[in-house]
């Protein structure tokens, strides 16, 4: 079940299109901060408080739609990167600097800590060395994330009913405080093969050696914090599903090189995006059918499921139907990535 063909079901366009109204989106997002109060993994009711940047919710759940959105030094810089053109939409990812590590050769935090300690980093965003935010692959990949925390553990359920209807995979990235408010969904997503749940990890915060921070975000402070953040939800995840997550993204999409290149070594591909499709679960609906049918083969998309009363998915009702007639094809990211 790795790709989608449109099922030529009588009346499933009436039932998924819906109507959709045109506002402004302001990216303010599904997530906050990361340290809010966080249950334990083992569902105790036991908190670990902690003081939001600008207030619960701060900051957007995702990065900005375009690497236009960035700052003008970021956006030049992450244009550079790409020679011949800034737009990387079905170009070849930048080549990881090490393949991910098998589960055999998956290395302690003692000795992560050795190697990657006093490695100081040179670049922060969300096209950094060693993060992959295309494909090769002939299929769109679609990625929804569920980031957890206040107000963001509630499950798009209108939305992965489209995608069963139309018979559409998706990689879900979750994290560990949507998965504590959401045991036995987790389990059920997990078991459902149109989809694949990859690590949105464990507090939701920017992924950084040195603390960088991202929309005010304050990020992982050190190799140590990364390493947490990882492999916090990593345990949790293989708990859970018993299966061992191969991809991940951090909250906010952020990264620094070194930390990507962590995230290689202990076993999971770093990943982002080449369309974001709902602005952090803030655009309207008419913006998500229009950000989505921009899609073309190798694009990844992000979106998110944890927001019901977004406009995602009705706006993901406009535009899937349109794309499977234009013949358009989608898959998880483990049919499409190399691991």
């Keep these: 079940m790795g790709d989608s063909k449109r099922r030529p079901l009588a009346g499933r366009r009436s039932v998924l299109l819906g109507m959709a109204g045109l506002a402004t989106a302001a990216l303010t997002g599904c997530a906050d ?5 966080f249950p334990d993994a083992a569902g105790s009711g036991q908190t670990t408080p902690g003081t939001p940047p600008n207030g619960p919710g701060a900051g957007p759940a995702t990065p900005p739609p375009s690497i236009a959105a960035l700052s003008s030094e970021q956006a030049a810089t992450a244009l550079a990167e790409k020679p011949g053109s800034g737009d990387t939409r079905g170009k070849t990812p930048v080549p990881p600097s090490s393949a991910p590590g098998s589960p055999a050769t998956i290395p302690g935090k003692p000795q992560i800590l050795a190697e990657f300690g006093h490695v100081r980093p040179q670049e922060w965003g969300l096209h950094v060395t060693g993060v992959v935010n295309n494909s090769d692959s002939r299929h769109v990949a679609l990625t929804f994330d569920a980031c957890g925390g206040p107000g963001g553990t509630g499950c798009d359920h209108k939305l992965l009913k489209s995608l069963r209807s139309l018979n559409v995979p998706a990689t879900l990235f979750i994290n560990s405080r949507w998965i504590t408010a959401n045991r036995s969904l987790a389990a059920e997503l997990a ?18 050696v040195n603390g960088k921070s991202a929309y005010g975000i304050a990020g992982t402070a050190n190799a140590a914090a990364v390493y947490e953040e990882l492999m916090g939800n990593q345990a949790l995840m293989q708990e859970l599903t018993g299966v061992t997550p191969r991809f991940f993204r951090p909250g906010t999409a952020f990264y620094d090189e070194v930390a990507a290149s962590m995230t290689r070594r202990l076993g999971m591909l770093p990943v982002n995006f080449t369309l974001n499709g709902d602005g952090g679960a803030t655009f309207a609906p ?5 950000e989505v049918a921009k899609a073309v083969a190798g694009d990844i998309v992000i979106s998110h499921f944890n927001r019901p009363a977004a406009g995602t998915a009705e706006g993901y009702a406009r535009a899937l139907p349109r794309l499977l007639d ?9 049919d499409v990535l190399p691991v």
Excluded at 326 to 334: I, K, S, Y
């Design 286 to 290: 008419s913006t998500v059918a229009g």
């Design 326 to 334: 234009r013949g358009v094809t989608f898959a998880r990211l483990g």
């Design 191 to 208: 078991a459902d093969p149109l989809f694949e749940l990859a690590n949105h990890g464990t507090l939701h915060l920017p992924l950084s």
């Design 33 to 37: 901060n990361g340290r809010a109060a």
